[in-house]
């Protein structure tokens, strides 16, 4: 075990709108301090390569590679600011926690892929890498995410029933109980689909503060046929997804679908052509409308005692998708600001701390959250 305590945390996720890291102190029993934080964007090339690595391609994985190296670059690049902003030194900091990025989650078919150069990493910062954390639990048999509940569990944990909703590309709930482990699970999409369908109709990477989408009127059969159309969504926990499932193929069938009932209908009854239309606005007040229901919906199934829910991420920035939430959940609804965490620094203080967890040899991957055969310690070194 390294002498120095601090860690840094980076988290590139799956709405690819760039990398967060934080630096954080920890003490003995692993409660964190945060000490800084900084950011920075994809450049666009390195955005467009990562999104087309999500689906089969052309030379795959020498591409592969090289976007590995590039986003390792950017990784030392933040870590490089972050220690510039603090103070601190590379010999100040025992490890950095390195999520990758995720471009094939397939834990039923025995893997899951994070593109990640943490050798180059250790090499560019003269800081040892903890990396590769989901491979561990998936060798297990379990889903191999969500990795976080168990830092939710020891920095959120409270006398009552909390649950913890992370709405980054993929939304994701913690439900922390008192006196009893955390469960967790995806429940489908959050700022992915959003995200891709803003860049193509306002040329935005995302809707800032939701105020585009907000200008839409949810469609409630887009948003029934979105969710009843897909077995996904019945499944009980464990269970995780990603841009696998959740991509623009599958958006689309959901869109032409309905389009086309509407075409049926539209045909046999004259003039409700134009207004049944859907526009593009619309669509976008219905994914968020999908991403507020299908994220309460699994919080009321899994636990209907609940009597808050924390939210972070990037959804979190999102005030028509918080009211949205407030309104379907029968509890106090807050960013996880309110408990001195920003919501944005909540994933990449999770991977400090899932790098802390490595280190301590305390088991990160959860039975009764990802559904492996026992608890396991989670991560790879790769020594300064």
């Not at 840094?8 to 954080?24: H, K, N, R």
């Not at 909540?346 to 490595?358: G, I, N, P, Q």
């Amino acid at each position: 075990m390294p002498d120095a305590v601090h860690y840094i945390g980076l988290m590139s996720g799956t709405s690819l709108d760039g990398v967060d890291g934080v630096v954080a102190c920890f003490d003995s029993c692993g409660q964190p301090t945060l000490l800084g934080r900084a950011s920075a964007p994809f450049p666009e090339p390195l955005r467009s390569e990562l999104l087309a690595l999500n689906s089969p391609g052309d030379n795959e994985l020498a591409r592969a590679a090289i976007a590995s190296n590039a986003l390792a670059t950017l990784y030392a690049t933040v870590v490089r600011d972050i220690l510039r902003s603090t103070g601190l030194t590379s010999r100040d900091i025992a490890a950095i926690g390195a999520h990758g990025q995720t471009v094939r989650h397939q834990p039923g078919l025995g893997y899951t892929i994070q593109l990640n150069a943490p050798a180059l990493l250790a090499e560019l910062t003269e800081i040892s890498v903890v990396a590769d954390f989901r491979s561990r639990d998936v060798a297990a048999g379990g889903q191999g995410a969500p990795l976080v509940p168990a830092f939710h569990a020891g920095v959120f944990g409270c006398d009552h029933t909390r649950a913890v909703l992370n709405l980054g590309g993929i939304a994701n709930i913690t439900v922390l109980r008192p006196d009893q482990p955390p469960i967790g699970f995806d429940t489908g999409p959050a700022n992915a689909l959003m995200d891709l369908w803003c860049l193509e109709h306002t040329g935005k990477p995302f809707d800032s503060d939701g105020l585009w989408g907000a200008q839409g009127v949810v469609q409630p059969d887009l948003l029934d046929h979105m969710i009843l159309s897909e077995p996904w969504f019945a499944r009980p926990a464990p269970k995780s997804t990603g841009r696998d499932l959740f991509n623009r193929a599958w958006l689309d069938s959901r869109i032409g679908q309905i389009a086309s009932d509407r075409a049926t209908v539209a045909g046999k009854i004259h003039g409700i052509s134009q207004a049944g239309a859907l526009s593009a606005v619309d669509i976008q007040a219905t994914l968020r409308a999908l991403t507020a229901r299908t994220a309460c919906d699994a919080i009321l199934q899994a636990a209907p005692e609940v009597t808050e829910v924390l939210v972070c991420g990037g959804g979190a920035r999102n005030p028509a998708l918080m009211g949205e939430l407030a309104a379907k959940l029968p509890c106090a609804v807050r960013a996880t600001d309110a408990l001195g965490i920003g919501a944005q620094d909540v994933e990449a203080l999770a991977f400090a701390w899932l790098a802390w967890a490595h280190d301590n040899k305390t088991p990160a991957g959860l039975p009764a959250v990802t559904g492996a055969r026992g608890p396991r310690l989670l991560g790879a070194t790769w020594p300064k």
